[in-house]
């Protein structure tokens, strides 16, 4: 017999949910559920500038229409952000982390490295500032993210690996993403870091979520060495596609739960939709 496992689906208040969403949330449940695990609920709403209290409320009502239940309370990131702070001082005092001032169009007309997952590879640039530079920028109040130094971190860890239950064990390759982002200029956390620190802290113990997030679980397996995290498994499954080959999305209106609800369909036949359509 299989061991409880918990797990999670973690939306962001940006926009209706879609089939590829209730896929994603059925699936998580349904592995909690035939486990004897629990099922919890994050509402990853750190973009400050696309989440809308509308879009959350929409995304309670619509689960529950589902016929979904989870524990409470519900973690809003929004909420946690001392977290962050305290794991991102963390990371600092290491010496792992540096400020970034350089944009995005500087980091696209300074480079010609490979693309990484996340577009493309940043050159280090603001590694190698002259420190008294640096703090002149940072007194002045210059925008800049955080940078993680990946070969620092790299070094400080050693060989890591990680085990996704659809593909098997998985040697942790974060080398791929550069010097990745912790913190950005309009919020002090990001998605991998954010992501990470929520599963510990929530005691997810398997990750479920979409196959476009597989690579990310490398940056993410490095974070937990880093910041002495738990490592949960991992399970990235198939997304769903419509009738014309693209993925759903935000911007399929029509079917969003919302739409799909407001036509008239029962959840038992969105439920099937979701589970049929990969």
Avoid at 111 to 120: I, K
Avoid at 176 to 189: E, I, N, P, S, Y
Wanted: overall charge neutral.
């Amino acid at each position: 017999m299989s061991r409880p496992v918990v797990t999670r689906f973690a939306p962001s208040p940006t926009g209706y949910l879609h089939l590829g969403h209730a896929y994603s949330a059925l699936f998580a449940q349904a592995r909690a559920r035939d486990s004897g695990g629990r099922f919890l609920l994050r509402l990853e709403d750190i973009d400050p500038g696309r989440c809308r209290p509308e879009y959350e409320t929409a995304i309670y009502e619509d689960l529950v229409w589902l016929g979904l239940s989870w524990e409470t309370p519900v973690r809003r990131q929004s909420e946690h952000l001392a977290d962050y702070a305290r794991a991102l001082e963390r990371l600092n005092d290491a010496g792992l982390l540096y400020p970034c001032f350089c944009s995005r169009s500087d980091i696209a007309a300074s480079t010609t490295a490979p693309h990484g997952p996340d577009g493309p590879i940043y050159p280090g640039t603001c590694r190698r500032l002259d420190p008294g530079v640096r703090q002149e920028r940072l007194a002045r109040g210059d925008s800049h993210v955080v940078r993680l130094d990946m070969a620092r971190a790299v070094s400080r860890t050693g060989a890591l690996c990680w085990h996704d239950t659809a593909r098997g064990p998985q040697t942790a390759r974060p080398e791929q993403f550069g010097d990745v982002v912790l913190a950005r200029r309009d919020v002090a956390t990001s998605y991998h870091l954010a992501v990470t620190l929520d599963d510990h802290l929530q005691g997810v113990s398997l990750v479920t979520r979409g196959e476009d997030l597989f690579e990310a679980s490398h940056v993410h397996r490095l974070l937990q060495a880093l910041l002495d995290l738990d490592t949960p498994d991992y399970h990235h499954h198939p997304l769903l596609y419509g009738p014309d080959g693209k993925r759903f999305a935000k911007r399929d209106r029509s079917l969003t739960l919302r739409a799909l609800r407001e036509a008239g369909h029962p959840p038992e036949t969105v439920r099937k939709m979701a589970g049929l359509l990969t």
